[in-house]
């Protein structure tokens, strides 16, 4: 063989070896962009040792199949390992149609990017369960109530989270329902948490709830983060997140565009709400931004009956929404608002800037003691501004049971083109203000400027804001 064939034949070798190495580079390559692509990283109170994939439990993700049965299936397989490291439960992309569904201890629920939730139209998949004690009946009707979509009762560390996948409530069925009438049992809330510890709700999108969107009760230690909600604004009910009878809660980060109140805190209704007892504190809201036009941004009853207390609401923005925060209560509440304290308020297009009301009326039955008489004492708001308001208060107490230690300074209200007359109306209310405009009524006696700052915002932290998030991971095997 002469030289020149075998410098070719060499040359053909060395560009063979090249090319091979070439692939197994570009597969090694490929291959670690798809691990990449599969691992993710997310934040959460507690991380899992076991996981699984709904699929895995004969989930079909293309909007007409019910996944009731797999869900049930998933958390009943799932449930072993609540002492062993807990569990996640992974939902790809994909439409979920499903009923309603329990979790588990030591458990999270993570909706991937693209995966939806779709809550069933057949109503056989909705479980009727017991009325809440502190209410005594339901809410909508005089019966029980039918199970939330996301439901929970006395489980200890659960996260229901994702990369910002939704749960559409797909609630138009039932608001005709309800406008008709039609209903024996009082609508499903897409979450519902009970007699729990440790919960967290984070990193989600929640869209047309039969009724309330979220709703933590008898709870303690719950963080709700970074959550979008969207109801039509003339949707019944479909309040944001409603903290009822709970201690030590966590909200912000939120956006909510809802048919009722953004947030309305909450702790039982009448003579139930008396009975049992429990009342809503250590409650912080912050970087809220609500659109509601009929409703309170926050919200303070009108179910107060167990007692609110030290809820601290701050950098709030408001738009078009009918009141910045409103006291709901009235004769046979019983129970007491008080240690509330609000600041940074910004408020666009509003119908009241500020409103107490003393005589909201309903009732769930009539063996209400109507001499039941709330205690509203220590409500502070300060550092707040607001445009194109039409009226910049409305404070309504009880005859004998008068409102007090209100505070208000530092607020700033600008009036739309055809405000009330009368800017303040205030009845059986006793307080101060300071560097308020346009000016307070005298029952809120102007202190001055020297007072600017004499309401009041506690400094010391509360045991929630401790809570440590750690970083978790995730790699997904069975997609």
């Known amino acids: 063989m002469d030289t020149s064939t075998r410098v070719h034949k060499m040359m053909r070798a060395l560009l063979g070896i090249v090319l091979l190495v070439g692939m197994l580079n570009t597969r090694q390559v490929q291959g670690r962009k798809a691990r990449k692509l599969n691992y993710f990283e997310y934040n959460a109170m507690n991380c899992r040792a076991h996981t699984a994939c709904i699929t895995q439990f004969g989930g079909v993700g293309d909007g007409t199949t019910s996944n009731t049965k797999a869900f049930q299936a998933a958390v009943a397989h799932l449930s072993q390992f609540e002492s062993d490291g807990g569990s996640l439960l992974f939902v790809p992309?994909?439409?979920?149609?499903?009923?309603?569904?329990?979790?588990?201890?030591h458990f999270t629920l993570f909706l991937d990017t693209d995966a939806v939730l779709l809550a069933?139209?057949?109503?056989?998949?909705?479980?009727?369960?017991?009325?809440?004690?502190?209410?005594?009946?339901?809410?909508?009707?005089?019966?029980?109530?039918?199970?939330?979509?996301?439901f929970g009762s006395n489980l200890t560390d659960v996260i229901i989270t994702g990369n910002?996948?939704?749960?559409?409530?797909?609630?138009?069925?039932?608001?005709?329902?309800?406008?008709?009438?039609?209903?024996?049992?009082?609508?499903?809330?897409?979450?519902?948490?009970?007699?729990?510890?440790?919960?967290?709700?984070?990193?989600?999108?929640?869209?047309?709830?039969?009724?309330?969107n979220i709703h933590p009760v008898y709870s303690s230690n719950i963080l709700i983060q970074s959550i979008t909600i969207s109801a039509p604004v003339n949707s019944p009910n479909t309040d944001g997140i409603n903290p009822d009878s709970c201690t030590n809660t966590r909200i912000e980060d939120c956006y909510i565009v809802s048919g009722d109140d953004c947030v309305a805190v909450k702790s039982g209704w009448d003579e139930y709400g008396i009975s049992f007892g429990m009342p809503t504190k250590q409650l912080v809201i912050r970087r809220l931004t609500c659109i509601s036009p009929t409703s309170a941004v926050i919200a303070l009853g009108s179910e107060m009956s167990g007692g609110i207390q030290d809820v601290r609401a701050e950098d709030i923005v408001a738009i078009n929404s009918e009141s910045g925060v409103r006291i709901k209560t009235g004769p046979g509440r019983g129970g007491y608002v008080k240690d509330i304290y609000v600041k940074g308020f910004t408020m666009h297009t509003m119908k009241w800037a500020f409103w107490m009301t003393g005589n909201y009326g309903s009732h769930p039955d009539d063996k209400y003691d109507p001499n039941a008489l709330p205690m509203i004492n220590n409500i502070n708001y300060r550092d707040m501004?607001?445009?194109?308001?039409?009226?910049?208060?409305?404070?309504?107490?009880?005859?004998?049971?008068?409102?007090?230690?209100?505070?208000?300074?530092?607020?700033?209200?600008?009036?739309?083109?055809?405000?009330?007359?009368v800017q303040w109306t205030c009845t059986d209310v006793a307080g101060i203000s300071s560097q308020v405009t346009p000016r307070t009524c005298d029952l809120l006696a102007d202190k001055g400027a020297e007072y600017a700052t004499e309401c009041q915002f506690p400094t010391d932290i509360l045991p929630i804001d401790d809570v440590e998030i750690k970083t978790c991971s995730y790699y997904k095997r069975y997609i």
């Open 385 to 421: 501004v607001a445009d194109n308001v039409s009226m910049s208060a409305r404070l309504e107490g009880i005859s004998g049971d008068p409102f007090t230690g209100i505070c208000i300074s530092n607020v700033s209200i600008s009036l739309n083109a055809k405000p009330k007359k």
């Open 164 to 212: 910002n996948g939704s749960i559409n409530g797909q609630g138009e069925m039932w608001w005709q329902k309800f406008h008709k009438g039609e209903l024996k049992y009082t609508r499903p809330y897409l979450i519902e948490m009970m007699y729990s510890d440790t919960l967290q709700i984070s990193n989600l999108t929640l869209i047309d709830s039969p009724s309330w």
């Open 120 to 150: 069933s139209q057949v109503m056989e998949e909705w479980p009727l369960i017991d009325a809440l004690p502190s209410y005594g009946r339901g809410r909508d009707t005089a019966g029980g109530r039918y199970a939330s979509l996301i």
């Open 93 to 105: 992309a994909g439409k979920w149609l499903t009923g309603s569904f329990n979790l588990t201890s």
